[in-house]
Nanobody, 121 residues
Framework: VQLQASGGGSVQTGGSLRLSCAAS????????MGWFRQAPGKEREFVAN????????FYASSVKGRFTISRDNPKNTVNLQMNNLKPEDTAVYYC???????????????WGQGTLVTVSS
């Protein structure tokens, strides 16, 4: 499975961006798709995930209420709508696929290449 992330860019505080992650094959119904991010000098951290079959979601507390993860079944794509962005959201964002509804990096088997999001104050 190959994952291709896109949609990063530069915005000002309070702005919005929409990230997309396209899978090379249709995810299985048991697949969990997730977004992680890694800020400069920091460890990679969980942002949000979604269960492909049901659409159930889970968010990190730092983004809950501002970010929305969704799936587009016909396009084999997972999106991350990011609103009210803050400078602390600046990071490289990675999409990932796994089989456990988890926020742990080790539970994801496939990773995209990352897309940079920069939020200026």
């Amino acid at each position: 499975v190959q994952l291709q992330a896109s949609g990063g860019g530069s915005v000002q505080t309070g702005g919005s961006l929409r990230l997309s992650c396209a899978a090379s094959v249709r995810p299985r119904s048991s697949t969990i798709m997730g977004w992680f991010r890694q800020a400069p000098g920091k460890e990679r951290e969980f942002v949000a995930n979604i269960r492909w079959s049901s659409g159930s979601t889970f968010y990190a507390s730092s983004v809950k209420g501002r970010f929305t993860i969704s799936r587009d079944n016909p396009k084999n794509t997972v999106n991350l709508q990011m609103n009210n962005l803050k400078p602390e959201d600046t990071a490289v964002y990675y999409c990932a696929a796994g089989s456990l509804f988890s926020g742990l990096i080790r539970d994801y088997d496939y990773w995209g290449q990352g897309t940079l999001v920069t939020v200026s104050s």
